[in-house]
């Protein structure tokens, strides 16, 4: 099949979709058995009986305009608008069986899905169908607080949220003197299970250290340390480069506590001289510069949804998201001061590719 024999193909079926609302709502209600009905005036029935009509008539209002008008988007549809793949190719893999809603394995490309309900995976995948969301990672540099607004006016987060249109926040902490990967986004069910404590998303840290470590202080690490809050072990360590009597350790950890990277090498006798997180999760900082952002890729983004709706994570799920920012509805962030037009400024979504990792 030619390319325009595709468009063409498309094209049908948007015309035949309009054409089926259309005569659902010119459709005219009609009884298909009233042979053998007794006509009955209304003003005749008993007040039992009438009251018995009523709610007979009521349900059955209610059950024809839900037949009537199935709610939702077709599948392939919103699977291409969520960047998946064209709407043909979107076809072709939900005939493959290769698709899920909810769960279910769905072979048909008329279903039709709630975008901000229901949950669409690909090959096991998960598939962010609502486009409103937003997902960026950040370099953050040292001397900045994880905080959007820091109650002693030192350098926050602000600096970055403020450029965009949606209300954004972080998705844990680093700590002021580190340095590297954070995640921003106006996600707040997957912000909240990422952050939660019990969760131990992995994270991959390079730090230089004061010393000379061995094998034997990485074999320490990797078996556990005490500290005052308890013990922890590094999930790996090793050793990257040893240089003018300093070296280069990289390490990871699933643990969320408060500078835990810094006390464990601390109490290991190499104190931190810098510390950088390279990795959270499936993410990588890659070659974004420090002080940049970029949004994720379709493919990062997706794999974090996996990561958080796995059977044992999605116990974790809060049963409501907390705070304004994170619900749907939420006012968007307003100019700020006197700065005439600045909302303008701030770069937008454009409808287009979904991530590209363009650095800001």
């Known amino acids: ?49 009438r009251a018995e009509y009523e709610a007979w008539e009521a349900s059955q209002g209610a059950s024809s305009d839900a037949a009537a008008l199935p709610t939702g988007e077709r599948l392939q549809k919103v699977m291409a608008a969520a960047g998946v793949a064209s709407r043909r190719v979107c ?32 090959d096991g995948v998960a598939v962010q169908l609502d486009t409103s969301r937003r997902y960026l990672m950040l370099n953050k540099p040292r001397g900045v607080v994880s905080s959007l607004k820091d109650e002693h006016g030192r350098p926050d987060l602000s600096e970055w949220t403020e450029r965009y249109e949606e209300r954004l926040f972080n998705v844990g902490r680093l700590d002021y003197e580190t340095s590297g990967l954070l995640l921003l986004t106006n996600d707040g069910e997957l912000a909240q299970v990422l952050s939660h404590p019990s969760f131990g998303v992995q994270k991959t840290y390079v730090a230089k250290v ?29 050793v990257v480069g040893v240089q003018g009597g300093s070296t280069m350790v990289e390490i990871v950890l699933h643990s969320g506590r408060n500078r835990i990277v810094r006390r464990m090498l601390e109490e290991v006798g190499h104190p931190v001289i810098e510390l950088v997180r390279r990795q959270f999760g499936p993410l990588n900082l890659g070659t974004l510069k420090l002080g940049r952002t970029r949004e994720l890729t379709s493919h990062e983004m997706n794999q974090l949804l996996t990561l958080a709706r796995t059977p044992e994570n999605a116990r974790k799920r809060p049963a409501k998201v907390r705070g304004g920012a994170a619900q749907r509805g939420a006012p968007r962030r307003d100019d700020r001061g006197s700065g005439g037009g600045r909302r303008d400024e701030r770069p937008r979504r454009d409808g287009g590719s979904r991530g590209g990792g363009r650095q800001r």
């Open 210 to 238: 004061r010393g000379e470590m061995t094998a034997a202080t990485v074999g320490r690490l990797l078996r556990g340390v005490e500290l005052e809050d308890g013990r922890i072990a590094a999930d790996d360590a090793r």
């Open 1 to 49: 099949m030619t390319s325009a024999e595709h468009d063409d193909r498309d094209g049908e079926i948007e015309f035949l979709d309009s054409i089926e609302e259309r005569d659902r709502a010119e459709e005219p209600e009609h009884d298909d058995d009233v042979e053998g009905l007794e006509i009955v005036d209304e003003e005749d029935l008993t007040d039992e009986e």
């Open 91 to 122: 076809e072709d893999l939900i005939a493959a069986g290769r698709v899920t809603v909810n769960g279910q394995r769905v072979d048909e490309p008329g279903r039709r899905v709630d975008p901000l309900v229901d949950r669409v995976a690909v």
